[in-house]
């Protein structure tokens, strides 16, 4: 059922018409196709139209979705159930933070806390769960402000991007109570128990240098221990880049992201993941696009067939999982909310998993960041989709057996 109703998005959303939303008139040039968000958020932070309402600004009666996604099949079934919450752990709020451990079966995530961030919780933010989603352990509490990215290492040790300030950003604008120990806007790496092995950046203060980061959004570890770290999230006055760092923590280098001609410089470096040639691929969801890198950041590739990229995963068969969590009317319906999935190796799509609420539009309003936000993959292929917006849900996707 859902499959046949994402695959008519695009026919019936040219037919469609309501009177509050009615298009130009014939004689009218039809609007300009926007990609990015730089013309259409303004502010220290990134703030679109519409996207406190959960009504996007744009024409309802355009799909620029091309025949070749629509046609894509979906090979899996979806699975909401799988995740299962133990009493006395509060709910789950928002979570984009997911991974799988390194015996190829649990999962981990890094919850939000309850809500969409951890400030006032005290509730443990990363959790384990065994294939089955039963819980297993969790820890965290009083440590992170808004967990994002998270990456278990070849030794099961457990990172976490967390991109906000305590200090910077409170709930409703209020500035930090007096005597607040800073905190967040660091990397942080865990044993797989929870004992906190190691510490990147400065508590709470953002920055664009060697101690500093600008919202870390994700990381990653090479086999043989460097860190990658897609530093920026929406703040828009610094810029965006991909720092590396040695075992230790040492300081390498960096390299700078949207820094090509024509395109718009917020929201470049969302996700990060590493193929088996130790390619890195950066999610530059502000641009539509997958940007492919060597470790030392020259540019090898981008691809725009993976939809509008929140997350990304790439599995040992390199094949490569794409969140989109953001597509909508602003980007002229040219993707739908899901995941695709593909080979890392020559970018051709295979298969998209689309999501169950779709795009936002006037008759459905959802909020900006809905579905899948991150993805991770098991040993065993089963897909696992975390989602910001709405809150308590981590899906597991199952590849249906051939008859």
Known sequence: MVSKMTKSW????????????????ASQQAPTYVSGAASR???P?????????GIPQGDYNLSLRSEADINLPNPYSRDETWLKMPPGKGKLGSTSAI????????????RRCE????????VDPVMKFDENGNFVRSFGADTLVYPHGMWVDQ????????TQSNLDRRPGGAGAPAGTVPNGDQVLKFSPTGKLLMTLGTPGVYGHDNSHFNQPSDVITAPNGDIFVADGHELTNMPYRVVVFDKTGKYLREWPLCDDKGVQTSDCSHSLAMDSQGRIFVADRGNNRIVIYDQFGKKLDEWKQFGRPSGLYIDKN?????????SSVIEGNAYVRGVHVGDARTGKVTAFLPDVLGNPTPWRPLLGTTGAEGVAVDA????????????GQVARYTRNKTP
């Open 10 to 25: 695009a026919g019936a959303a040219v037919a469609l018409t309501l009177a509050a939303y009615a298009p130009p008139a």
């Open 155 to 162: 030794q099961g040790n457990v990172w976490v991007a967390d």
């Open 380 to 391: 065993a292929g089963h897909i696992f989709t975390s989602q910001v917006m709405p809150f």
């Open 115 to 122: 809500e969409n961030g951890c400030l006032g919780s005290h």
């Open 99 to 110: 991974n799988v451990d390194a015996d190829g079966k649990s999962i981990w995530i890094a």
């Open 318 to 326: 390199d094949v490569i999982y794409s969140a989109d969590s953001e």
């Open 45 to 53: 932070a990134i703030r679109c139209p519409g996207f406190e309402v």
């Open 41 to 43: 958020c303004t502010g």
